[in-house]
Nanobody, 124 residues
Framework: QVQLAESGGGRVLNGGSLRLSCVVS????????VGWFRQEPGKDREFVGA????????YYGNSVKGRFTLSRDNAKNTLYLQMNSLKTDDTAVYYC?????????????????WGQGTQVTVSS
């Protein structure tokens, strides 16, 4: 059974950077589509980015394009989310999610495994 464990959240000033990690256990990273969603209180869970099968299969949400970068370390079974130029609007709980298909989709209902979430707070 695949499980996901996030880490790396914290508090940072506007314009700062953080790197989130998502460790996959019970499965192999390169056999899954794995990505990140985020959720603010009272709002829907928003697609941040995900990577599927193949090096070119990486997609980002419009609000983070050019600022956030996904990368894989298959040897460590870990997906990273490098977040640069952070804004106060990026404040949210960030969730790692996985689906067995290699095709990236932005619909959260298509992801069947979720981590516990990690809080990211950007202050001005």
């Amino acid at each position: 059974q695949v499980q996901l464990a996030e880490s790396g959240g914290g508090r940072v000033l506007n314009g700062g950077s953080l790197r989130l990690s998502c460790v996959v256990s019970g499965g192999t990273l390169n056999s899954l589509t794995v990505g990140w969603f985020r959720q603010e209180p009272g709002k829907d869970r928003e697609f941040v980015g995900a990577t599927g099968w193949g090096e070119r299969s990486i997609y980002y949400g419009n609000s983070v394009k050019g600022r956030f970068t996904l990368s894989r370390d298959n040897a460590k079974n870990t997906l990273y989310l490098q977040m640069n130029s952070l804004k106060t609007d990026d404040t949210a709980v960030y969730y790692c999610a996985a689906r067995s298909s290699g095709v990236v989709v932005t619909d959260r209902s298509s992801y069947h495994v979720w981590g516990q979430g990690t809080q990211v707070t950007v202050s001005s």
